[in-house]
Every structure is written in C-alpha cells, then in structure tokens.
Nanobody
Framework: QVQLVESGGGLVQAGGSLRLSCAAS???????????MGWYRQAPGKERELVAT???????SYADFVKGRFTISRDNAKKTVALQMNSLKPEDTAVYYC?????WGKGTLVTVSS
C-alpha cells in the first residue's frame, strides 16, 4: 500500500524559510516517476487548497499566492518531493499535505509568526 510521510514543518518568523519533504513508500521508483505530485495546505476553518504541482516531466505550477516564493522539486530515485518555502508570511500558516495518485499523507504543520 502507498504511504506518504511529510516532514520539515515547524515554527518560523515572517520572512523566514522552511523546506518540506514528502517520502513515498509502498511503490517503486518507476511508478513514482511517471506520476505527478502535489503539495496542498489547509488552514484552520479553511478548505484544503492546492499549493504546487510537479509532473513526470518536471513541469511545475504554483498557486498565485506562493508564486515567486515557493519551489517544488522531486527526486525519483529517493521517491521524495520537496517544497522550498521562502519569504514566509503569517497567512502561510497551515497543515501542508503531500498527494500522490490520490493518496494523502498525515500532513506537517507550518506556523509563521508575525
């Protein structure tokens, strides 16, 4: 079975940076490599929203509210996807989730203080 584990969340001040990572297990690197990956986030009382995606061809897309600040990347050999977050804002505070083929991890909490 597929399992996704997010890590790297924490408490940072506005303007700081964090790097999130999502590790996949229960699937081989070949299957991992041909599927798109996505990062989502959900703030308290809000709907889960798409943050960034990366395709099998390494094409990336970003939500307008993170464009220019966040970078998504993947390492197929390690079966991981990362999200580098720079210039963090208090409104970035949320639980961040990794998605692979409709599967979700349990999330990692990012808290940005003002």
């Amino acid at each position: 079975q597929v399992q996704l584990v997010e890590s790297g969340g924490g408490l940072v001040q506005a303007g700081g940076s964090l790097r999130l990572s999502c590790a996949a297990s229960g699937t081989g690197f070949a299957i991992f490599s041909i599927n798109a990956m996505g990062w989502y986030r959900q703030a308290p009382g809000k709907e889960r929203e798409l943050v960034a995606t990366i395709t099998s061809g390494y094409s990336t897309s970003y939500a307008d509210f993170v464009k220019g600040r966040f970078t998504i990347s993947r390492d197929n050999a390690k079966k991981t996807v990362a999200l580098q977050m720079n210039s963090l804002k208090p409104e970035d505070t949320a639980v961040y989730y990794c998605n692979f083929r409709g599967y979700w991890g349990k999330g990692t909490l990012v808290t940005v203080s003002s």
